[in-house]
């Protein structure tokens, strides 16, 4: 098997579980404005790091196996999510667009905030603006990935 797609597997099965976490989100947000329990608040806020997570554990993958290599140092994550907005001639089109990849920075802000604060910090009104926007955020995801996807395959044919 190709490695093209391989990755193209990985990410179509990493975007069904990501699928399952944005409706967790979505679910934990529902609770939490129905009732005053802070743990709902400290749920989402744990699948919302976990959204930016599993995305960026794809793009990881890509700059890899595709791009040939690894990034590092302290700024790897946001060059990375840059990284995955460009055309690399020769080897790949963008995965992203550099508007997705905006919107995309606003989810990794995010959970660099949840992996540097405690639990009960958290601000349901900071969080507000990404559970509103997060289907449409994904479903841009799935898309623009899909194509990607598609291009993969395309180079086993």
């Not at 934990?28 to 400290?42: M, N, R």
């Not at 958290?122 to 841009?140: A, C, D, G, T």
Request: proline share 1%.
């Amino acid at each position: 098997m190709n490695s093209y797609l391989v990755v193209a597997s990985r990410i179509q099965c990493e975007l069904e579980e990501i699928k399952r976490i944005t409706e967790r989100i979505q679910l934990g947000w529902e609770k939490a404005q129905k009732t005053s329990d802070d743990l709902y608040i400290d749920s989402v806020a744990l699948n919302l790091h976990d959204f930016y997570n599993g995305l960026e554990r794809l793009f990881e993958f890509i700059a890899e196996n595709i791009d040939g290599m690894k990034l590092s140092g302290n700024r790897w994550h946001q060059e990375l999510l840059r990284q995955m907005t460009f055309e690399l001639n020769g080897i790949r089109p963008a995965v992203i667009t550099h508007e997705l990849s905006e919107k995309l920075d606003e989810y990794r802000s995010f959970r660099h905030l949840v992996r540097n604060v405690y639990a009960h910090q958290f601000k349901p009104e900071r969080m507000k603006h990404l559970i509103e926007n997060i289907s449409i955020v994904f479903k841009e995801c799935e898309r623009q990935l899909g194509e990607f996807c598609q291009y993969l395959s395309s180079l086993e044919s």
